[in-house]
């Protein structure tokens, strides 16, 4: 049984900066594992933000290119995104999904999500 379990978030000013960690169990420690974070606004879709893959690869999208940065630890099988100067656009409720082998930012590619956290960025 697969679980994955998001932590961070809050509340920053434009400009500021906020991490966020996910953690997947459940994995086999010898498998191929990719974890993304996707975010949500009211009324609007679940959009990819970034991903990662236990062998090193990585993919952003073009809205936080550059400004927010993903880390996979292996070992403990942990997510963290980095975000840096914060927008008011990226307010939303901020999710982790966790999948084997194949590493995207679509959403219909993930089965395994965690709760979410919310991040709200103030102007």
């Known amino acids: 049984q697969v679980q994955v379990v998001e932590s961070g978030g809050g509340s920053v000013q434009s400009g500021g900066s906020l991490s966020l960690s996910c953690s997947a169990s459940?994995?086999?420690?010898?498998?191929?594992?990719?974890m993304a974070w996707f975010r949500q606004v009211p009324g609007k879709k679940r959009e990819g933000i970034a991903a990662?893959?236990?062998?090193?690869?990585?993919t952003y999208d073009d809205s936080v290119r550059g400004r927010f940065t993903v880390s996979l630890d292996n070992a403990k099988m942990t997510l963290t995104l980095q975000m840096n100067n914060l927008k008011p656009e990226d307010s939303a409720m901020y999710f982790c999904?966790?999948?084997?082998?194949?590493?995207?930012?679509?959403?219909?590619?993930?089965?395994?999500w965690g709760q979410g956290t919310q991040v709200t960025v103030s102007s």
């Open positions: 999904a966790a999948r084997l082998w194949w590493c995207s930012l679509k959403l219909n590619d993930y089965n395994d």
């Open positions: 459940g994995y086999n420690s010898d498998a191929s594992v990719c």
């Open positions: 990662a893959r236990n062998d090193g690869y990585s």
